[in-house]
Nanobody, 121 residues
Framework: QVQLVESGGGLVQTGDSLRLSCAAS????????MGWFRQAPGKEREFVAH????????VYSDSVKGRFTISRDNSKNAVYLQMNSLKPEDTADYYC??????????????WGQGTQVTVSA
């Protein structure tokens, strides 16, 4: 199975940018649909974006569309989330997740430990 480790979170100001990274080990990340999710304090975890195995297709939540970009580098076994024009409402713990073939790429069975992003007003 794949192990995922996120990094790149931090404290930034409104309008700043951050790039989150998700490093995979144990299995090739190219075998999975990869997604980013986030969970704000007191709220449920929500979908942010996903990218298919080839990297050719991406989907974003309406709240981040046009500001965030998900990408993957299968040669580095990594997935990224470029976050621009950050807003205080983007404050959350961000999680990388992998959906394997055996679930039809529909269930994110593997999760990282998360990285915290705080956007000050």
């Amino acid at each position: 199975q794949v192990q995922l480790v996120e990094s790149g979170g931090g404290l930034v100001q409104t309008g700043d940018s951050l790039r989150l990274s998700c490093a995979a080990s144990g299995r090739a990340v190219s075998m999975y649909k990869m997604g980013w999710f986030r969970q704000a304090p007191g709220k449920e975890r929500e979908f942010v974006a996903h990218v298919v195995m080839s990297g050719g297709s991406t989907v974003y939540s309406d709240s981040v569309k046009g500001r965030f970009t998900i990408s993957r580098d299968n040669s580095k076994n990594a997935v990224y989330l470029q976050m621009n024009s950050l807003k205080p409402e983007d404050t959350a713990d961000y999680y990388c997740a992998a959906a394997p073939f055996r679930t039809g790429y529909n269930s994110y069975d593997y999760w990282g430990q998360g990285t915290q992003v705080t956007v000050s007003a």
